[in-house]
């Protein structure tokens, strides 16, 4: 194999895995420290290793590659990640509603997520970077998301579509930590809660309710918080009444977001029975923070084919059109 497309596997495979950031930042700078190079200068082992973002172990994987073997560490990673059979369920999912670019706190910019879509197969993704006051994971300001809205048209290409979106954070009183305005003009709006998740169970309720209940919002993001696994360890379930919540996201047209990162498995399956009894939509999304993590999809999907959720209920099974008018209802 090419060493480029070496090192962008590798990389791809420590995204999916969740591994190091750094780990799989790296693999990502020595493809492009390499890219456009000739089999010539790729076989300049002396020149490759003064090349700015060629490290000892991106080195081996391009010298195994030139080699005609398949590099050790790929190896290795592609058989930790083995190989699971699909789900039925995953087959019909067309897009990915939540994602995340270095906007924000993503690992790298726009282009290689939407390639990565559409090595999926993606006919559209979300871009959905976080909201101002998550200064932790450098939310976008208006005037940043009026500049990122500006060039996402400009990614578009036959059979795919980059959607314009937000990760938008709930306020402590339900509201909306964005411009109305731009609210209105984005695609899609993912809402979700990133702070004081042990508020009371009356007041998360009631905070949820109203983001769930607001016309901008088109999707309820990972509706507990809780993380059930990973580096960042574990957090417990919000305190909520789900039948309240579900029975507003039902009654407004709002999805809840089943998503598909491991670590997060939210909302868990007794909650995702008690809004298919609400008869709440549902989105399967990655939540992906790099290129690789597009793939959690497998995650969410065969949890909601196990879970009994049918096809038509998730909206991003549904084709761009009617994905269109859909968000477009509320605005």
Same mark, same amino acid.
């Given at each position: 194999?090419?060493?480029?497309?070496?090192?962008?596997?590798?990389?791809?495979?420590?995204?999916?895995?969740?591994?190091?950031?750094?780990?799989?930042?790296?693999?990502?700078?020595?493809?492009?420290?390499?890219?456009?190079? &000739?089999? @010539?200068?790729?076989?300049?082992?002396?020149?490759?290793?003064?090349?700015?973002?060629?490290?000892?172990?991106?080195?081996?994987?391009?010298?195994?590659?030139?080699?005609?073997?398949?590099?050790?560490?790929?190896?290795?990673?592609?058989?930790?990640?083995?190989?699971?059979?699909?789900?039925?369920?995953? &087959? *019909?999912?067309?897009?990915?509603?939540?994602?995340? &670019?270095?906007?924000?706190?993503?690992?790298?910019?726009?282009?290689?997520?939407?390639?990565?879509?559409?090595?999926?197969?993606?006919?559209?993704?979300?871009?959905?970077?976080?909201?101002? +006051?998550?200064?932790?994971?450098?939310?976008?300001?208006?005037?940043?998301?009026?500049?990122?809205?500006?060039?996402?048209?400009?990614?578009?290409?036959?059979?795919?579509?980059?959607?314009?979106?937000?990760?938008?954070?709930?306020?402590?009183?339900?509201?909306?930590?964005?411009?109305?305005?731009?609210?209105?003009?984005?695609?899609? %709006?993912?809402?979700?809660?990133?702070?004081?998740?042990?508020?009371?169970?009356?007041?998360?309720?009631?905070?949820?309710?109203?983001?769930?209940?607001?016309?901008? %919002?088109?999707?309820?993001?990972?509706?507990?918080? +809780?993380?059930?696994?990973?580096?960042?360890?574990?957090?417990?379930?919000?305190?909520?009444? @789900?039948?309240? %919540?579900?029975?507003?996201?039902?009654?407004?047209?709002?999805?809840?977001?089943?998503?598909?990162?491991?670590?997060?498995?939210?909302?868990?399956?007794?909650?995702?029975?008690?809004?298919?009894?609400?008869?709440?939509?549902?989105?399967?999304?990655?939540?992906?923070?790099? !290129?690789?993590?597009?793939?959690?999809?497998?995650?969410?999907?065969?949890?909601?084919?196990?879970?009994?959720? !049918?096809?038509?209920?998730?909206?991003?099974?549904?084709?761009?059109? +009617? *994905?269109?008018?859909?968000?477009?209802?509320?605005?």
């Amino acid at each position: 194999m090419h060493p480029h497309d070496a090192l962008i596997e590798i990389a791809t495979l420590l995204e999916r895995g969740r591994s190091s950031r750094y780990k799989s930042q790296a693999f990502r700078a020595a493809a492009d420290a390499i890219a456009g190079l &000739s089999d @010539a200068d790729l076989a300049d082992g002396a020149s490759l290793r003064r090349r700015r973002g060629v490290g000892d172990s991106s080195y081996e994987v391009i010298r195994q590659a030139l080699e005609g073997r398949i590099p050790d560490r790929l190896r290795d990673l592609r058989a930790d990640a083995g190989a699971e059979e699909p789900s039925r369920l995953r &087959s *019909l999912l067309r897009g990915d509603l939540h994602s995340h &670019s270095d906007w924000s706190d993503g690992l790298t910019s726009i282009d290689p997520m939407v390639e990565a879509a559409r090595r999926l197969g993606h006919e559209y993704l979300a871009l959905t970077d976080h909201s101002p +006051r998550l200064r932790v994971a450098n939310g976008l300001t208006a005037e940043r998301l009026r500049e990122q809205m500006a060039i996402v048209p400009g990614f578009a290409s036959d059979g795919f579509t980059l959607l314009t979106g937000i990760e938008v954070d709930i306020l402590d009183d339900g509201g909306l930590d964005q411009d109305p305005d731009l609210l209105d003009r984005l695609d899609v %709006v993912v809402a979700s809660a990133h702070s004081k998740l042990r508020m009371d169970r009356g007041p998360m309720t009631r905070r949820l309710v109203a983001a769930a209940s607001n016309p901008r %919002v088109d999707v309820l993001g990972h509706v507990t918080g +809780r993380l059930v696994e990973g580096a960042r360890g574990t957090r417990p379930p919000s305190a909520l009444d @789900a039948r309240e %919540v579900f029975d507003a996201c039902a009654a407004h047209g709002t999805a809840v977001e089943i998503n598909s990162r491991p670590e997060r498995q939210d909302p868990p399956d007794e909650l995702i029975a008690v809004a298919l009894e609400a008869g709440c939509l549902f989105a399967i999304d990655s939540d992906a923070h790099a !290129p690789g993590q597009l793939s959690l999809l497998d995650h969410g999907a065969a949890r909601a084919e196990r879970l009994g959720v !049918p096809a038509d209920r998730i909206v991003t099974t549904w084709p761009l059109e +009617r *994905l269109r008018a859909w968000t477009a209802q509320g605005t």
